[in-house]
């Protein structure tokens, strides 16, 4: 299951629908643009108080979910553990696949 949900993360990034970092995703918060956040269940302490101030300010559905050098080797980076869906229906499918996983 885990494959389905990177690949989802790769087609948003080649759409052009999803956002890889914590001040990257700050700025889509800001400017309204983001639906959903990932944040890998690995993500460092700094990181998390960051970006969880942001979405609890801008109230932003999130989720934590696998590995942040799995993700990022998805979306061809490295070093990412924060995510930021900008398409309804991606974050829709992702939460889907993500909730189904783990019943």
Do not use: P, W
């Not at 494959?3 to 956002?19: D, E, I, Q």
């Not at 932003?60 to 990412?80: D, F, L, P, T, W």
């Amino acid at each position: 299951m885990k494959n389905k949900v990177t690949n989802y993360l790769g087609f948003a990034k080649k759409s052009g629908n999803l956002m890889a970092g914590v001040n990257t995703c700050t700025f889509g918060m800001n400017k309204g643009k983001i639906k959903l956040m990932i944040l890998a269940e690995d993500i460092s302490e700094n990181s998390e108080k960051k970006i969880m101030k942001e979405i609890r300010k801008h109230g932003v559905e999130y989720v934590k979910y696998g590995n942040g050098e799995e993700m990022s080797h998805a979306i061809g980076s490295q070093g990412r553990s924060v995510f930021g869906i900008c398409d309804t229906n991606f974050s829709e499918v992702i939460k889907n696949e993500i909730y189904g996983e783990n019943q």
